[in-house]
């Protein structure tokens, strides 16, 4: 657990010494902060004291930042050798993915923590469903973590940060469209299986506050397939 | 802790880069790698750090085996990769504070352990700069420092003074000796003077193979098995003296050097000297004979015959 900590601080103060973590921070809270507030069909439109519509928003802009933070996390790594040393000091692959992932979540959480004002806000226009709001969050913070992991996977894949972003946007969008626009031209087993992959239609109902059992079964499976499948290839790099 | 490599095979795709190598380093013994690039040295080296897995063969360091014990390993290893990779983000603090941290050394003993290395590595000037802004020769350092922050048994240097400038490689080997005489040391080089320099055992590989291993000493007798001298004889007929050179019984080939002043290679054959013979020809024929030098094989010589062939 220290070692996982150590490598988490270290990924954590590389994202704030670069300014990606500024950046990130700044454009999330701008972006969906507009939408939430000021654009389009936004919180007042829909005459509910409910936050759905930030989560709504939220769900899309973590959907491009999360790969911009961990693209860089192995490719760059691989790219610069560094990895060969981080692998050769008495740590486990699984302390190393389990930093980054920390890290990477950790300023996910920070960055959603600050947009509890949003919260307060609603919370004083009228009756908020606060049952809702917290299963919202708790559900972005687990869509968050799918993300993360298919952008490390995505990393470990390459020593180039943009194709690492590509490639993660890529299976996203995979999970976002393709799955259920294959569901909907196929019929049978085959749509209902692309159904099930398929996270948009998951999403509808975790804005809505719902998340049953079946989800986060999802969500786990998600996380851990593409963590195991993201050892699987720094075991394959060494050899 | 002694490191002891058996039959160790790594392939590449096709290429074997690696091939069948087995070799022990003892405690208090600092090892040279010389080989010509892609020799198999900066494979061997990751093979025993643990970051590649051999295809065959076993490695163990100390009572630890690359396959059972790796965390145990890595914990006693201080490892310069070639390159030297860094963080260019981070400050050198940070960074020895980082290593550290993940070397398992109690935080405790933080403080004193940076501070000391970067005392021993030259740093003061730079240790709260970004390793980004530092020169070559100053990362290198960090490279070194990172390698030693836990005071490991055992260290595993590539190329460990490239970038350096002369006085900071003097520095370095002086360091490297200190050091090897409790811990065992492997570096690789191929800068033979440096290894000779640095060493007790040099070992040379080509093309995946063993082709050498002993001391400077051992394999320049393996290799220079001819006595090869410098004469030079004045007041005298050059051809003559060729002619007489050549007549002589241990003298396998003889060449000139220097017309000007008369100056002649002379082989000899192999296992005998002429050197008293060519004395005694210069007595007979009244030569004058100023001088009659042996010619050290040079450690290059050995190492272009066994890479080139």
Known sequence: MNKIWIIAKKEWQSFFDSLTAYIMLVVFLGFSGFFTWLFGSDIFFVKQASLSVFFGVSYWTL??????????????????????????RPVTDWQVIAGKFLATFLLIGFALLLTLPYYFTVASLGNIDNGATISGYFGLLLI????????LFASSLTNNQIVGFLLAMAIGILFHFIFSLLAMSTGGLVAETFNYLS???RFDAISRGVIDTNDLIYFVSLIFLSLVSTEAILQKNRN | MNIVVENLT?????????????????????????????????????SITTYLTPSSGTIRVGNYNIYDHPEEIRRNIGYL????????????????????????????QHKARILEMVHVCGLEGEKHKKIAELSKGYRQRVGLAQALIHDPEVLILDEPTTGLDPNQIVEIRELIRKIGRQKTVILS??????????CDRIMIINKGKIVADGTADALRKHAGGKEILHVTIEDAQLNEVHQQLMKLESVEMVDFVNKENGTFEVQSKTGASSRKAIFMLCVQNNWVLTRLNPIETRLEDVFRELTLS
């Open chain 2, 10 to 46: 790594k392939i590449y795709g096709l290429q074997r880069a690696v091939d069948n190598i087995s070799f022990q380093v003892e405690t208090g013994e600092v090892l040279g790698f010389l080989g010509p690039n892609g020799a198999g040295k900066s494979t061997t080296m990751k």
């Open chain 2, 189 to 198: 080089s191929h800068i033979l003077a440096e290894v000779e320099a640095t």
């Open chain 1, 63 to 88: 959907f491009f930042f999360i790969p911009a933070l961990t693209m860089r996390q192995f490719a760059e790594e691989n790219k610069t050798g560094t990895i060969e040393l981080l692998l050769t």
């Open chain 1, 144 to 151: 968050s973590s799918a993300y993360i992991s298919i952008g």
């Open chain 2, 81 to 108: 990769p070639e390159n030297n990779p860094l963080y260019p983000d981070m400050p050198v603090i940070d960074y020895l504070k980082f290593v550290a941290g993940l070397q398992g050394v109690e935080p405790s």
């Open chain 1, 199 to 201: 996270i948009s239609a």
